[in-house]
């Protein structure tokens, strides 16, 4: 892009100062065009000026914060709580399917509920600090259902979690996790 022509010695019609004088005239033009884009950079037109947030931005600023805030800092406790619950719920079943298939192990009920209850103990373990095997509760004994079938119920205590009190507000997140497993013992 060219600086545009507007005679030697002058800029607009105004005399040329400064490093400007006794130049050359086609340098004049394009110290001049590079000092007009200066000072159009450098200047900020009072209209398209936009002053700090007044008195009364700020307070709808802080009104829309606390409104958002709330509805995002909702979303993620009810996220991270939906989350720790759904993660018992499934250490709750693999237990309980542990349990049963090491119950099929055993001849009498006593050694069926020894093996079931090692076995889901073993995986409430695996998982770490998610799950607490001290307040599980383990239930195995023949199902109420068929006498040739054994059962083994696995209920996750969740009231030891960080966030225990936020599933009261979520219903389906009302009660402890708990899965039961029957398994046919015996033959087919």
Not at 68 to 78: E, N, R
Not at 119 to 148: E, F, H, K
Request: glycine residues 10%; charged residues 15%.
């Amino acid at each position: 892009m060219h600086p545009p022509a507007h005679g030697p010695g002058s800029c607009r019609g105004r005399p040329l100062a400064g490093p400007l004088r006794g130049a050359d005239p086609s340098r004049r033009l394009r110290l001049a065009w590079v000092q007009r884009l200066l000072r159009r950079a450098t200047q900020r037109p009072a209209r398209h000026r936009r002053a700090v947030a007044s008195r009364d931005d700020e307070g709808a600023m802080a009104v829309e914060f606390a409104l958002v805030a709330t509805l995002m800092f909702s979303l993620l406790f009810g996220t991270i709580a939906f989350g720790v619950h759904f993660g018992a719920r499934t250490a709750a079943a693999a237990a309980a399917g542990e349990g049963a298939r090491a119950a099929v192990a055993g001849l009498t009920n006593d050694q069926r509920a020894t093996l079931a209850r090692a076995a889901a103990t073993a995986v409430l373990n695996s998982y770490g600090g998610l799950v607490d095997p001290a307040r599980s509760t383990i239930t195995v004994g023949p199902d109420a259902s068929a006498s040739t079938r054994y059962a083994v119920t696995v209920r996750v205590d969740v009231s030891q979690f960080p966030f225990a009190q936020l599933t009261a507000f979520i219903p389906a997140l009302a009660s402890d996790p708990q899965s039961t497993v029957s398994v046919q013992i015996g033959g087919f």
